[in-house]
């Protein structure tokens, strides 16, 4: 049984075969844009943390391969213990050639003189003068001397390393020519934004300065406005306009589209094996009035992920703390799986919410007003039943709790109409006399199982800290 979602599968010979998220499409946009622009250039793929970049790019990368292509994949996060990026990107180049390949040995050469830098070592000579007071004397008079030794120097330098990257550019070209058949190389860098700023910045005037040659694609796959922090970081500036300055390296940029979130709901439902508890023989046999429990889960956690933009690694997350609860419960209790989802979203989120509930610093009356505060916004009338719904089961639970009572006391019968009306009034619900928000109400409180139930009862699942049962 998963408690943690691990890294899917890819298939060698159908690389999204796995993929729940039915991107496969949008890679073969991304090889068309490749093959129709083989002279090289820059692409991002710019989307949130949290979507599944990753995947889709070591995906992609194996669909390259089975097409032809020559591919490099590179993680810079992992990498960004390396000082100098121009080293890890040659150490991945390395990969493409033999390893006496006289092309890549002429590209280390090169490599050499640019990625050389004297002036730390004068500097370092220079002020190891101050450190003793009489060479501070002799170092005071030969001022003007070292200054002019350090300018000449670094004169020198310059001349070099201008030529240098000249000689670079043209060796990689070589190289990048005798490997790359009649497709261009495709190199991808992944988790650019993660990497500390300094890192970032430099690696990414690396790809433009020296590797920007014909043959080569570059597929940087970022989240463009962390990757903006990381930059306004390296330079000590937030005001900084971060897309003007990643204009001059990203040639196209792409955004995969939002997948379906109900199918990944579904896939994770799977991965997770919620059906061994919602539907296992005890249920079905003793509770067949929460046979259903699983796909009203789907539902809601779909509608509430949507609205909400929560990533699909805080949908695993939640997902997976969902499991570790059902890991706490006996086939015979109830779950209420929507209002259980929502507590979850609401301590990942919200916790400050999830804690004053927990202690009863909320009165009951002021549940739905901060309940509405977290809401998200763009739910249809054909949606807003379910988070009704959700308000109702929390009032009624929640009322049990603060008051240590049951929830009959919420509903009152006009003894003149005969209708039904809520001691407290429904943030939510747009109705007229908050119709829908009392008619759930009324239902919990005719359920035996629901009308006394106490919302701590999915506290301590939560907080995984209910007995657990075997």
């Given at each position: 049984m998963?408690?943690k979602?691990?890294?899917?599968?890819?298939d060698l010979?159908?690389?999204?075969?796995?993929?729940?998220?039915?991107?496969?499409?949008?890679?073969?946009i991304?090889?068309?844009?490749v093959?129709?622009?083989?002279?090289?250039?820059?692409?991002?793929?710019?989307?949130?943390w949290?979507?599944g970049?990753t995947t889709f790019?070591k995906m992609?990368?194996?669909?390259?391969?089975?097409?032809?292509?020559q591919?490099?994949?590179?993680?810079a996060w992992?990498?960004d213990?390396?000082?100098?990026?121009?080293?890890?990107?040659?150490g991945?180049?390395k990969s493409?050639?033999?390893?006496?390949?006289?092309?890549?040995?002429?590209?280390?050469?090169?490599?050499?003189?640019?990625?050389?830098?004297?002036?730390p070592?004068?500097?370092?000579?220079?002020?190891?003068?101050?450190?003793?007071?009489?060479?501070?004397?002799?170092a005071?008079?030969?001022?003007?001397?070292s200054?002019?030794?350090?300018?000449?120097d670094?004169?020198?330098?310059?001349s070099?390393?201008?030529?240098?990257?000249?000689?670079?550019?043209e060796?990689?070209?070589?190289?990048?020519?005798?490997?790359?058949?009649?497709?261009?190389?495709?190199?991808?860098?992944?988790?650019?934004?993660?990497?500390?700023?300094?890192?970032?910045?430099?690696?990414?005037?690396?790809?433009?300065?020296?590797?920007?040659?014909?043959?080569?694609?570059?597929v940087?796959s970022?989240?463009?406005?962390?990757l903006g922090?990381?930059?306004?970081?390296?330079?000590?500036?937030d005001?900084?306009?971060?897309?003007?300055?990643?204009?001059?390296?990203?040639?196209?940029e792409y955004?995969?589209?939002?997948?379906?979130?109900?199918?990944?709901?579904?896939?994770?439902?799977?991965?997770?094996?919620?059906?061994?508890f919602?539907?296992?023989?005890?249920?079905?046999?003793?509770?067949?009035?929460?046979?259903?429990d699983?796909?009203?889960?789907?539902?809601?956690?779909s509608?509430?992920?949507?609205?909400?933009?929560?990533?699909l690694?805080q949908?695993?997350?939640?997902?997976a703390?969902?499991?570790?609860?059902?890991?706490?419960?006996?086939?015979n209790?109830?779950?209420?799986?929507s209002l259980?989802?929502?507590?979850?979203?609401?301590?990942?989120?919200h916790?400050?919410?999830y804690?004053?509930?927990?202690?009863?610093?909320?009165?009951?009356?002021?549940?739905?007003?901060?309940?509405?505060?977290?809401?998200?916004?763009g739910?249809?009338?054909?949606?807003?039943?379910?988070?009704?719904?959700?308000?109702?089961?929390?009032?009624?639970?929640?009322?049990?709790?603060?008051?240590?009572t049951?929830?009959r006391?919420?509903?009152?019968?006009?003894?003149?109409?005969?209708?039904?009306?809520?001691?407290?009034?429904?943030?939510?619900?747009?109705?007229?006399?908050?119709?829908?928000?009392?008619e759930?109400?009324?239902?919990?409180?005719?359920?035996?199982?629901?009308?006394?139930?106490?919302?701590?009862?999915?506290?301590?699942?939560?907080?995984?800290i209910?007995?657990?049962?075997?």
């Amino acid at each position: 049984m998963n408690i943690k979602h691990n890294d899917i599968v890819i298939d060698l010979n159908k690389p999204f075969k796995n993929d729940a998220l039915k991107r496969e499409k949008y890679a073969k946009i991304l090889s068309g844009i490749v093959s129709t622009y083989a002279d090289g250039f820059v692409l991002a793929i710019n989307n949130e943390w949290g979507t599944g970049k990753t995947t889709f790019v070591k995906m992609w990368q194996q669909q390259l391969n089975i097409d032809g292509f020559q591919t490099l994949y590179f993680n810079a996060w992992e990498n960004d213990f390396e000082r100098n990026p121009l080293v890890a990107l040659m150490g991945e180049l390395k990969s493409l050639v033999k390893s006496d390949s006289k092309e890549f040995k002429s590209l280390l050469k090169k490599g050499a003189v640019i990625t050389k830098n004297i002036l730390p070592h004068l500097l370092k000579a220079i002020a190891s003068k101050y450190i003793d007071t009489e060479i501070l004397v002799n170092a005071i008079e030969d001022a003007s001397k070292s200054a002019t030794e350090i300018l000449s120097d670094e004169i020198k330098e310059y001349s070099e390393k201008k030529d240098g990257m000249k000689e670079f550019r043209e060796s990689l070209s070589k190289l990048i020519e005798t490997t790359k058949g009649n497709k261009p190389v495709v190199f991808i860098i992944d988790e650019l934004d993660r990497c500390r700023p300094s890192y970032a910045v430099e690696l990414l005037e690396q790809v433009k300065h020296f590797f920007s040659v014909a043959g080569i694609v570059f597929v940087l796959s970022i989240d463009k406005t962390q990757l903006g922090y990381a930059i306004k970081g390296a330079y000590g500036n937030d005001k900084i306009n971060t897309d003007e300055y990643l204009r001059r390296f990203i040639d196209i940029e792409y955004s995969i589209p939002d997948p379906d979130t109900k199918a990944f709901c579904k896939y994770l439902s799977k991965y997770f094996d919620f059906e061994s508890f919602f539907h296992s023989e005890r249920r079905r046999r003793d509770f067949k009035d929460v046979w259903n429990d699983l796909e009203l889960l789907i539902t809601f956690s779909s509608a509430l992920f949507e609205k909400a933009k929560v990533t699909l690694r805080q949908q695993e997350k939640i997902f997976a703390h969902i499991r570790l609860g059902l890991n706490l419960s006996d086939a015979n209790e109830y779950i209420f799986p929507s209002l259980y989802l929502m507590l979850i979203f609401i301590k990942t989120f919200h916790e400050e919410f999830y804690l004053n509930m927990k202690l009863k610093k909320l009165k009951l009356e002021d549940l739905g007003k901060e309940l509405l505060k977290i809401m998200p916004t763009g739910i249809q009338d054909d949606e807003s039943k379910y988070f009704i719904e959700i308000e109702a089961l929390m009032v009624c639970m929640y009322n049990n709790y603060y008051y240590n009572t049951n929830s009959r006391n919420l509903i009152k019968k006009d003894s003149k109409t005969n209708e039904l009306n809520s001691i407290i009034g429904s943030a939510i619900d747009n109705s007229k006399n908050n119709d829908v928000f009392i008619e759930f109400i009324n239902m919990f409180n005719n359920h035996h199982n629901y009308n006394f139930t106490k919302i701590d009862h999915l506290f301590k699942k939560i907080d995984l800290i209910a007995e657990v049962i075997t």
